[in-house]
């Protein structure tokens, strides 16, 4: 670009020097040279900016950085050199500008207080003659005055000395500094007297007087709208030398002027013979308009050899290649001015976007909840299964039958993710549940909701006649709450009323359809005269509602069940189906809490397959978890192997449990986690939840067996083995990218 | 509902609690708070009051509640609007299009149910204030005008002086708390001479047929003067309108009590040259002089001082002696006086230092942004009469905007004097971005008293857990933990309703092109209605919130977030309206506030140590949210969830997304979840 290697001229001209009495910096690539070295090497007519300080101060990496776009020299000034410019202590704030040996200006280095600064800062120095600084409104007209019919002026306004646009001007000067008058103020109040808006704003200003004739005229002035940079301000003085208005007469879309080159568009006021006059003022009047926005020319129609439409009176060409050219029809001038400014609006606001690091991330949805759920959000659910409540229907509905409300709210996505799985539960329970399934869309009911003290979504609760309302507290999903459903249909503790009845209940024939969501049954046996125990255990079965089944047994004859099963009053019978066993656990303490205790621990299995489900009840027990990853079912020696562990007590500070990748595929993201490249399965692993969470793994060379896992943990207890891989610490502020947005004050 | 008839009022019980305590004033029954007016305003107090169980009773001079509606509006038409149906079913949304309901449990209290007019007859208020205050047994005591209220320093009291409040029959009560809602009844006169030629709003005559063919001048440009206008406009000969400044539409200033387009007849026959016109002067340099056909005459107040006073009033000179093409100068036949009306301060002693705000709030009481006077603690300003707070900006001076200062003073009251805090909800962290959301959609108070009150949501430690207030005044941000009861130690974010900086105002053309943003970029920008979320690290101080910026309802937050403004004022859209929304307050708080199925949350319990909340009190706690197979399939498709089902191979595959770099050290899986949960402040 022909633009860059005329600023790259002033580049190699001036060049910046540091010496320092001390210089400790890591920049070991300044060129250094002493202060004699240095005032030999000054060569009539280039300019060098020295600096002195007897520390790294933070201006020198500040001026490094300036300084790796030039040449760089790097003068030592040792202790005892005496040059008025090392010597002094008071002067090592500051910086000096030489041209050739002439000190020409020096400066306190903390004017200097960045690159902008600088450079700014050294060019009005050396520009002083090319750019007249003005404070006062006669000072501008006196400047006009003298220069109309001479030179054109680029008057611009900087709010200080130093900045970005300060530089940005001082480097046009640099170029164009010949060419134009270039007037310089900081004044606000000048830039109010000639009447702009937005006053707070730089402004820059091309003063067209080279034309004016008559001396009473004032020099027509055209404002550069863009942000003050070097690139925007030479391309519109660029612009401004191109010539008003072309005349042409061949094809529009053949047509390339200067504009075009510089990314702006041309528009053609189409003119016939019969109107050529007038089309010609309506055409400088639209040029001077858009003087600095788009290129205007004249096109004329009669002598044109292509066809353009019967109608259009204006052809608006953009500069993009390959973008077609516009055929326009518009009856006001106004609406050429409106047109062009609109479409540069746009393009601005493309660059604007492509410079906003932040901005495409803004919409990108990283929520996956709410994403599926917007994704889906066309299908159409099946709603009609569950019954939708109102104000006027709640009270009456859940008075009349046993029901199952779900309160959410329409414009939440958790909310209607879990609407789904309960519309998944309607659909399997469809004309065998006497459980009615309703809904409230919080978002259209909100008193409703408040008055059954829903706060929150999605809740689900449960009303049953003469009870109070059950809140639902498991997982969000189909199979947990159809397990919640059904093992409501029983009452809570069940009564059991005959030793017979009671066998029914231990050997899971009572309730065969409800074994399989429940995989222990408790029975509690009690003497007829133990009512506190009892009640206590009715609490507790209260609170178990709807996740385990519970039973009770006072007749009589209890002491026949007590004596089979070997329990002494009052106790607990656990069933555990799967394994046909009957476990036996004397109640010794009656508080309600214990009583959950005692059944919830004995939900929990010894050697678990760890599911989603699951997992954060055995998290619970706070101990490190060993996990055996198995693709597939479990191989029953490794199972063996650790069953005997724990029976031998190895891993009570542990929780052993295995993990089907079949059944938790997510599993394999776990894997991939720990391990790279993931090693052959079965792996098993020893992982550090709460403490650390560090991951050993069991050396994959070693056979599984009782023997060697024994020797692994015991080395892992001494800490012998390294772990293979750590939970990342890092969590959150995966947004910490948006700062900048909305944050605008 | 099982509301018990009203309770004897000033019955032995009282009585002889009051002698009990007070020997001295033995006769002077005690109240702890007294509500002077049964207007709309002191009825919605009444009823707080009431809920709440507390001793109180309501002052009103007329035989019936709202006696200001049986005689005003002159031409009965309320201009508050009465929407019926807003096709959604939230009562509390709805309560934004219903400017004339009172706040009650009892949905049979609605207005709409008392009138189908989109703009009401002022009858119908007072059938409902009637059945208001009966239906819900309010202690009012009718026919009992308060002619004199002093205070009486005492040390025993809740303020250290009780209220002595006298009726017409010389009965004196005592009160701890008064409640001033007594409105603004006191017509508005301008001095000048020949005022007593004046016909004024409350007196002129309401039948068109007393103005046929007639000149008519009308003082004043308030609706109460277009109104007038409007019900004889077909009939006069011309109408002029003559005030001190211009015309303040409401639809231009986004304030309802500047003139409303139900009246607005006149302006359209101005400006289409159809003889009605609108002057602009001060009132104070007018005089009017009556001719000797009965005709009246504008002329100077400066050019009447000039005459002799035993000149006639047919020789005193017209400005058009001067200048033959001045406006008014052809005579009048009427001239009407529509100025609006003054709070009555002629009742309070000197002893309660009840005084007039200075500038444009002269006809307003002063009194703070509680709404406490500022001359004695325990009185406090409600209603129309308490609009000095946000006179020209918000609602406070109209049924739909202080039924909800009332309440907000009532919070007030129940901590101060009874130890109740402002009420609130607390919620763990994961439904803040909920809560905002549910109340920017249906909250009615945020809406109506925009820049008012709002809601203030405080901050637990750690950010784990907060606490919502609603509808607090926000000009009392800085005090909020002694007028509330409680501690703001932690951060706290303010809900607001903004319309844009500078949008309003009665020259602002507010049809222009563009004037609606869409874009959340241009969320700041926007220029209707719409939520602003301010984020404060600590409470700001009473320093900080009288010094803020200009224009600004409250003090520089440490961030500020507006969401964009919404044509259907449902700020429900998941990328438009809440993405953002969440985004904003992830930043505030440094936290991670997505949800996330359970299959996440299992992933993350085995690979991170520190969860993000949803999982931590949704998951971890057994409550995870288990997603279907129709979600897992757009979760894979969006790439936010991975199909660990199907990738068998090891994956080191080109889902890391450039710019995305793995913490050193540690080896986690590359899908693109996880690899944005990694990404952390510390690393950029």
Known sequence: MMMSSSFNVFRVWISFI????????????????????????????????????????????????????????KVNCVKEDTSRYCGKEKDLMKAYLFRGNILLREFPTDALFDVNAIVAHVLFALLFNEVKYIATMEDLQNIENALKGKVNIVFSYVRAIGTPEHRAVMEAAFVYGTTYQFVLTTEIA??????????????????????????????????????????????????????????????????????????????????????????????????????????????????????????????????????????????????????????????????????????????????????????????????????????????????????????????????????????????????????????????????????????????????KEGENPVSYAGMLGTEDLLKFIQLNRISCPVNITSIQEAEEYLNGELYKDLTSYSSVSVLGLFSSTMTTAKEDFTEACNYLKGYVITAIYSEEDVLILSNKYGATLPALLLVRHKEGKIESIPLSSTHVQDIVQIITNALLETFPEITVENLPTYLRLQKPLLILFSDGGINPQYEKAILTLVKQKHLDSLTPCWLNLKNTPVGRGILQAYFDPLPPLPLLVLVNVHSGGQVYAFPSDQAVTEQNLVLWLKKLEAGLENHISKFSVLFNTHSSAFCSINFKL | MGLSAAAPLWGPPGLLLTIALHPALSGRPHRDYCVLGAGPAGLQMAYFLQRAGRDYAVFERAPGPGSFFTRYPRHRKLISINKRHTGKANAEFNLRHDWNSLLSHDPRLLFRHYSRAYFPDAGDMVRYLGDFADRLGLHVLYDTAITHVTLDKDQQAWNGHYFTLTDQKGQAYQCSVLLVATGLSVPNQVDFPGSEHVEGYESVSVDPEDFVGQNVLILGRGNSAFETAENILGVTNFIHMLSRSRVRLSWATHYVGDLRAINNGLLDTYQLKSLDGLLE?????????????????????????????????????????????????????????????????????????????????????????????????????????????????????????????????????????????????????????NSIIRRVNEASGLYQMFGVLADVILLKENATAFEYLEEFPIQMLAQLETLTGRKARHGLFIITMEYGKNFSGPDKDVFFYDRSVGHTEDAWQSNFLHPVIYYYRHLPTEQEVRFRPAHWPLPRPAAIHHIVEDFLTDWTAPVGHILPLRRFLENCLDTDLRSFYAESCFLFALTHQKLPPFCQQGYMRMQGLVSTETLRQHGVESRLLRDYATADRPLKDSSQQPGDHEPVGHHLAPGSLVQSLDSSKEEL
């Not at chain 1, 300044?30 to 002195?52: D, I, R, V, W």
């Not at chain 2, 005709?295 to 000179?317: G, P």
């Open chain 1, 18 to 73: 540091m010496m320092g009495i001390f210089y400790k910096s890591t920049v070991a690539s300044l060129p250094e040279l002493s202060p004699q070295k240095y005032f030999n090497t000054l060569q009539p007519g280039k300019a060098s900016l020295a600096y002195f300080c007897r520390a790294v101060l933070k201006h020198d990496l500040l001026i490094y950085t300036l300084c790796l776009k030039c040449n760089l020299l």
């Open chain 2, 281 to 433: 002067s001060d009132l104070t340099d007018l005089a009017i002089l009556k001719d000797h056909n009965g005709k009246f005459h504008v002329t100077l107040k400066f050019f009447l001082e000039e005459a002799n006073t035993n000149q006639s009033a047919d020789s005193i000179t017209l400005p058009q002696d001067d200048n033959d093409n001045f406006a008014m100068r052809v005579a009048y036949d009427r001239v009407i006086r529509c100025l609006g009306w003054n709070f009555d301060f002629s009742i309070f002693n000197m002893s309660l230092r009840l005084n007039s705000g200075s500038a444009f709030g002269k006809k307003y009481p002063l009194i703070r942004a509680s709404y406490e006077s500022k001359g004695s603690r325990g009185l406090f300003i409600l209603g129309t009469a308490s609009h000095s707070v946000d006179y020209r900006k918000s609602a406070g001076g109209f049924i739909h905007g202080f039924r909800y200062t009332v309440r907000a003073v009532h919070r007030l009251l129940e901590h101060r004097h009874h130890g109740l805090a402002w009420p609130s909800t607390m919620h763990p962290i994961t439904q803040l971005t």
């Open chain 1, 190 to 463: 000048l830039l109010e007297s000639i009447g702009s808006e937005d006053i707070e704003y730089v402004h820059l200003y091309f003063f067209h007087c080279e034309q004016v004739l008559d001396l009473t005229q004032q020099c027509r002035r055209t404002l550069m709208e863009r942000p003050l940079t070097t690139l925007n301000i030479h391309l519109f003085i660029k612009t401004m030398k191109a010539p008003l208005l072309t005349e042409v007469a061949e094809d529009p879309r053949q047509v390339s002027t200067v504009h075009l080159e510089l990314g702006l568009p041309l528009v053609f006021i189409v003119s016939r013979q019969a109107t050529y006059e007038a089309d010609r003022r309506t055409a400088e009047w639209v040029a001077w308009h858009l003087l600095g926005k788009a290129g205007v020319l004249l096109l004329l129609r009669d002598s044109l050899e292509v066809n353009i439409p019967q109608h259009a009176n204006v052809v608006f060409k953009r500069a993009e290649k390959g973008v077609p050219v516009e055929f326009l029809v518009l009856h006001d001038i106004d609406l050429i001015i409106s047109h062009v400014e609109n479409n540069m609006h746009t393009e601005e606001i493309r660059e604007d976007e492509d410079d906003d690091v932040e901005g495409p991330d803004m919409d990108i949805q990283d929520d996956e909840v709410a994403e599926t759920v917007y994704r889906d959000r066309k299908r159409q659910l099946h709603l009609e299964l569950t019954v939708e409540l109102t104000e006027e229907t709640f009270t009456a509905t859940v008075m009349a039958s046993d029901s199952i409300v779900l309160f959410y709210a329409g414009w939440q996505a958790v909310s209607m993710a879990f609407l789904q799985s309960y519309i998944d539960v309607a659909m399997r329970l469809k004309g065998t549940c006497t459980m009615l399934l309703a809904r409230v869309n919080c978002a259209d009911w909100s008193d409703v909701c408040t008055k059954q003290n829903v706060t929150e979504f999605p809740i689900v609760k449960m009303y």
